[in-house]
Nanobody, 123 residues
Framework: QVQLVESGGASVQAGGSLRLACSASGTTYSMAWFRQAPGKEREGIAAKDTGGITTKYADSVKGRFTISQDNGKDTIYLQMNDLKPEDTGMYYC???????????????????WGQGTQVTVSS
């Protein structure tokens, strides 16, 4: 069983930056960040193979957001730059078991979820 705890959500103005963190207990093979805006489906935005260096990004955040992992491999981060009002939502950390197709950025490929942290971007 893997437990995930997110932190770092806040309210910022457009153009600003935030860094989210997700601490994991237990073995993970992939980790990702998803977000969900009110009235919209949960969207996978960044993912990483925790055993390697491969990453995947949604087009909506490519070039602005970066997913990274600490040396101890139990924490991942999401550096978010040039934030836009459309980035507003609840951000969730997720972890996948062995063999999952993490690179699809689909919620179905992730087995464990954090409680979420709110990001609000004002114009």
């Amino acid at each position: 069983q893997v437990q995930l705890v997110e932190s770092g959500g806040a309210s910022v103005q457009a153009g600003g930056s935030l860094r989210l963190a997700c601490s994991a207990s237990g073995t993970t093979y992939s980790m990702a960040w998803f977000r969900q805006a009110p009235g919209k489906e949960r969207e996978g935005i960044a993912a990483k193979d925790t055993g390697g260096i491969t990453t995947k990004y949604a087009d909506s955040v490519k070039g602005r957001f970066t997913i990274s992992q600490d040396n101890g491999k139990d924490t991942i981060y999401l550096q978010m730059n040039d934030l836009k009002p459309e980035d507003t939502g609840m951000y969730y950390c997720a972890a996948g078991a062995w063999g999952r197709r993490w690179f699809l950025l689909s919620a179905k490929e992730y087995d464990y979820w954090g409680q979420g942290t709110q990001v609000t971007v004002s114009s």
